[in-house]
């Protein structure tokens, strides 16, 4: 069964660049264009991992996983890859105290972004 993936991401080029990328490797994608949106769609179904944007329109990725974490029960709650532009060292903290399994930093290669996702999967 393949594992399922949510991309919550607001720039649509980047999304369909990362689903696009994803569903070759053999992921199964859903999308979100903002954080309220990945958060409904994140208690709706089960998902493996999250990649999830850090500045998101309505709510950001760090405001998602809070709200994760205060509304789903531990065994429902994904994964989660914070992507975002801003890649100094402080933000990376900030990210990963928020409850962030991961950090990227935007611009990345797809073959940096599969390679993460298979670390992050692997159980």
Same mark, same amino acid.
């Given at each position: ?47 493996? +991992?999250?990649? +999830? ?24 709650r994904p994964k989660i890859l914070m992507l975002s532009a801003k ?37």
């Amino acid at each position: 069964m393949p594992k399922k993936i949510l991309i919550a991401e607001d720039e649509p080029v980047l999304r369909m660049l990362i689903a696009d990328t994803l569903e070759d490797e053999g992921y199964e994608i859903d999308e979100a264009s903002d954080g309220v949106e990945a958060l409904d769609k994140m208690k709706a179904d089960a998902f493996d +991992l999250i990649i +999830l944007d850090y500045m998101m329109p309505r709510m950001t990725g760090a405001e998602v996983i809070e709200a994760a974490k205060a509304e789903l029960a531990e065994e429902q709650r994904p994964k989660i890859l914070m992507l975002s532009a801003k890649s100094q060292q402080a933000e990376q903290e900030k990210v990963l105290n928020a409850g962030a399994d991961g950090f990227m930093s935007k611009p990345f290669s797809p073959l940096e972004l599969i390679g993460r996702i298979g670390e992050m999967l692997r159980e």
